[in-house]
């Protein structure tokens, strides 16, 4: 009796333990009578190495067809040569070899090579940072870390993008790369040096803050994320108060909002059709304009997995 009595202990935590694993943060069922069930997924674009796709995302990645992710995402060299990356490469690099230096003055243009010199993951457009402009810089500036324990190839996007392509799913972008860099373009040239400052000054403290965020994404708490991400005095403190509101709307507004209702009517092209995963920036998934609510406002039930 004991030896089956231990058995059922044992199945009970063998369950237990694969519903533990099976939770799904930050993920969101999409669906609509009639279509395809489809997938939501917010991501972090950069995380910590080795980290795997979860078990939940990679079971979405086995029953699906589609994979959207902001801009199409190359996961070999192959795929990395496209008219998309000729044109993004065609508006970073200019033909003046002191160009950056000329934009942003001697002391900011060492500060932020040196910055660069030690980062993981800008050691690809290094050989480009002399030909930069004051806005190519300062774009590229947001992926720039100096963890070494930190990778663009673990982000959760890139990952997705591998997993889809060993299952042979196809695989899109919901904007060409271009799209984000004329943002960054049409920024005034006083507002990219402020970035760019700012940026060099408070880098310790900004990697503190985007550490903060991948510990709770990974620790799937999509609440206390969101709270953080979303919380403008906190985003913004090292911004002058006079500087807040132009940077407020430009983030949240231009950068984020209004880039999340460009994509919409793509993705609605898609859903009817085949079992779609739209892989985003986390905050482009909530808020009034966020795609929860956007899709649901096209009809859809768009439900938390967790």
């Given amino acids: 009796m004991k030896k089956y009595f231990l058995f059922f202990i044992a199945l009970c935590l063998s ?48 029953k699906s067809q589609l994979l959207m992710t902001e801009v199409f995402m190359p996961v070999n060299t192959a795929e990395a040569v496209n008219p ?12 003046n ?26 050691q690809e457009v290094l050989p480009l940072y002399d030909h930069l402009n004051a806005w190519s810089a300062n774009m590229l500036m947001t992926n720039m870390t100096t963890n070494p324990n930190l990778s663009e190839k673990n982000g959760i996007d890139y990952l997705l993008a591998k997993a889809a392509a060993e299952h042979g799913i196809k695989r899109t972008g919901l904007e060409r790369a271009i799209v984000g860099a004329k943002i960054f373009q049409a920024l005034p040239p006083e507002k990219n040096r402020q970035s760019l400052q700012n940026a060099v000054t ?8 985007n550490q903060r965020l991948i510990d709770l994404y990974n620790a799937g708490e ?21 500087d807040r509101p132009f ?28 079992s779609t995963i739209i892989a985003v ?25 967790q």
């Fill in 15 to 62: 369950f237990s333990l694969a519903n533990a694993q099976e939770r799904c943060p930050f993920v969101w069922q999409i669906q609509k009578a009639g279509e395809p069930v489809s997938y939501l997924v917010g991501t972090i674009h950069i995380n910590e190495k080795n980290k795997p796709l979860s078990g939940c995302l990679k079971n979405i990645v086995g």
């Fill in 97 to 122: 070899p002191n160009q950056l230096r000329d934009d942003i003055g001697d002391d900011l243009y060492h500060q932020i090579k040196a910055l660069w010199q030690k980062s993981p993951t800008m």
């Fill in 202 to 209: 408070h880098w310790q403290e900004n990697e503190k803050m």
């Fill in 84 to 95: 998309d990356s000729f044109a993004l490469f065609a508006m970073l690099a200019t033909g």
């Fill in 281 to 305: 920036g986390a905050m482009h998934t909530i808020g009034k304009n966020g795609l929860v609510e956007l899709l649901k406002k096209q009809g859809y039930s768009v439900t938390a997995l």
């Fill in 222 to 242: 999509p609440v206390a994320f969101f709270a953080y991400a979303f919380n403008e005095d906190e985003q913004l403190k090292f911004i002058p108060h006079a």
């Fill in 247 to 274: 940077w407020k709307k430009w983030i949240y507004t231009t950068l984020l909002e209004e880039r999340t209702l460009l994509w919409l009517p793509k993705i609605q092209a898609e859903l009817p059709h085949q």
